[in-house]
């Protein structure tokens, strides 16, 4: 299992925010629901029942006020975080125009 950035190290800041999503690994098309726990413009946090390794290429698709945001990224970092679940770090490395106009106002709402 890897660490977490510290917040003084991470390039944009990151917000509490629980939403529904889905995990898909690129290579093998295995796909896991989880929720968030952090996000922020560059990336999040999502729970998820079992470990991924850093830098797995992922599609996130994220359920956001009735919408659906498709989201491509890679595995950051992985640790436990109890009763057999893990928080894996997401970067984000694709994001589509108008997922990112949503993701942002989703960001200014969480930010206040």
Request: glycine share 8%; hydrophobic share 45%; aromatic share 4%.
């Amino acid at each position: 299992m890897t660490t977490p950035p510290r917040d003084t190290e991470r390039r944009f800041p990151r917000f509490e925010a629980e939403h529904t999503a889905v995990v898909r690994t690129i290579d093998d098309n295995a796909e896991e629901l989880a929720r968030t726990r952090s996000m922020g413009i560059g990336g999040c946090g999502v729970v998820l029942p079992q470990a991924l390794p850093a830098g797995v290429a992922v599609e996130l698709l994220l359920s956001v006020d009735h919408q659906v945001l498709q989201l491509f990224g890679k595995t950051v970092y992985c640790r436990p975080i109890g009763e057999g679940r893990v928080e894996v770090g997401l970067e984000f490395l694709e994001v589509m125009e108008d997922d990112a106009a949503l993701l942002e106002s989703v960001l200014a709402a969480a930010a206040s």
